[in-house]
């Protein structure tokens, strides 16, 4: 069953290495919270601050996840070192989300997901049933952090190590008017590629209405 | 040994503190609450780290509330057991 979108604002964010212009200071001004974000936190918070989304159900997904958290505990691990609890604690698939509730008392439910090459798709289809069964907008974010040592070793799916798209729907009774058309997306990882499909539909139409699988 | 400005350079690496220079830490600042506000995670990782860098294990809780009072309370208990 298909039903109709209307994509009130989309995002984009990527770098070969890292990205530079996320804007930390002035979205995540308290220091003390700032000191603990993740790559993947850090980015998922600019998503949502460039898509103007600060309450509501957020739908986030990653295929890899805190890679650098998980390298440090793995690290640990190898070195026979106690295990630092940051790091423990920044490692699950959800911290980015987590942090971005933190960071504006987001008390509405947020859902994770990770499936590998399919993770956006999944993550538009449950961001979609979120949105229908609120009736509300609802905040879809993917992205992965993978810049760690050594990444080079095993990398053969994406140019870019740091990389995001997030885009906020809500249901509408309206027509579609945009055509959603399956693509590859040279640098970033195939687990962007069904929400970046969206948004490169979308591009530069205002009032864009699209119509997704439920 | 090591002294309080060089403990404040591990402190800000270690907790990421952005933004916080070593002028600012005063000697008699808290670890914790008011002072550097750091919090029970923090804690954890202090004695993880305390242990990797300097080789000292507390041997109870109020021990180390003690030694985390203060900056020079932590830098005069680290010259003191210092194991590294």
């Given at each position: 069953?298909?039903?109709n979108?209307?994509?009130?604002?989309?995002a984009?964010?990527?770098?070969?290495?890292k990205?530079?212009?996320?804007?930390?200071?002035?979205?995540?001004?308290?220091?003390?919270?700032?000191?603990?974000?993740t790559?993947?936190?850090?980015?998922?918070?600019?998503?949502?601050?460039?898509c103007?989304f600060?309450?509501?159900?957020?739908?986030?997904?990653?295929?890899?996840?805190?890679?650098?958290?998980?390298?440090?505990?793995?690290?640990?691990?190898?070195?026979?070192?106690?295990?630092?609890?940051?790091?423990?604690?920044?490692?699950?698939?959800?911290?980015a989300p987590?942090?971005?509730?933190l960071?504006?008392?987001?008390?509405?439910?947020?859902?994770?997901?990770?499936?590998?090459?399919?993770?956006?798709?999944?993550?538009?289809?449950?961001?979609?049933?979120?949105?229908?069964?609120?009736?509300?907008?609802?905040?879809?974010?993917?992205?992965e952090?993978?810049?760690?040592?050594?990444?080079?070793?095993?990398?053969?799916?994406?140019?870019?190590?740091?990389?995001?798209?997030?885009?906020?729907?809500?249901?509408?009774?309206?027509?579609?008017?945009?055509?959603?058309?399956?693509?590859?997306?040279?640098?970033?990882a195939?687990?962007?590629?069904?929400?970046?499909?969206?948004v490169?539909?979308c591009?530069?139409?205002?009032?864009?209405?699209?119509?997704?699988?439920? | 040994?090591?002294?309080?400005?060089?403990?404040?350079?591990e402190?800000?690496?270690l907790?990421?503190?952005?933004?916080?220079?070593?002028?600012e830490?005063?000697?008699?600042?808290?670890?914790?609450?008011?002072?550097l506000?750091?919090?029970?995670?923090?804690?954890?990782?202090?004695?993880?780290?305390l242990d990797?860098?300097?080789?000292?294990?507390?041997?109870?809780?109020?021990?180390?509330e003690?030694?985390?009072?203060?900056?020079?309370?932590?830098?005069?208990y680290?010259?003191?057991?210092e194991?590294?």
């Amino acid at each position: 069953m298909k039903m109709n979108f209307k994509v009130i604002k989309t995002a984009v964010v990527s770098a070969e290495s890292k990205c530079e212009t996320l804007d930390e200071k002035r979205i995540v001004p308290k220091m003390m919270l700032r000191r603990r974000l993740t790559r993947a936190a850090r980015i998922m918070v600019y998503l949502a601050d460039a898509c103007e989304f600060s309450e509501g159900s957020v739908v986030y997904g990653s295929a890899y996840g805190e890679m650098q958290a998980t390298a440090d505990i793995v690290g640990a691990i190898d070195a026979q070192e106690p295990i630092s609890p940051t790091a423990f604690q920044n490692s699950v698939y959800n911290t980015a989300p987590s942090y971005f509730s933190l960071l504006h008392k987001n008390k509405s439910e947020i859902l994770t997901i990770s499936s590998g090459d399919e993770t956006s798709r999944n993550v538009l289809q449950t961001g979609a049933l979120q949105a229908v069964t609120n009736n509300a907008a609802v905040l879809m974010v993917c992205s992965e952090a993978i810049n760690i040592a050594n990444i080079e070793e095993v990398n053969e799916c994406t140019k870019y190590l740091e990389s995001g798209v997030a885009l906020t729907v809500v249901p509408t009774d309206e027509e579609a008017n945009t055509t959603v058309t399956l693509q590859e997306h040279e640098g970033y990882a195939p687990s962007l590629w069904a929400m970046l499909d969206v948004v490169a539909a979308c591009e530069e139409k205002e009032g864009a209405i699209i119509a997704l699988q439920l | 040994m090591i002294t309080t400005e060089q403990l404040k350079k591990e402190l800000i690496e270690l907790f990421n503190l952005e933004g916080v220079s070593v002028e600012e830490i005063a000697d008699d600042d808290h670890l914790f609450g008011d002072g550097l506000g750091l919090d029970s995670v923090d804690a954890i990782e202090l004695t993880i780290f305390l242990d990797n860098e300097h080789g000292i294990v507390f041997s109870n809780i109020s021990e180390s509330e003690a030694v985390f009072s203060s900056i020079k309370n932590l830098q005069q208990y680290i010259n003191q057991h210092e194991k590294h």
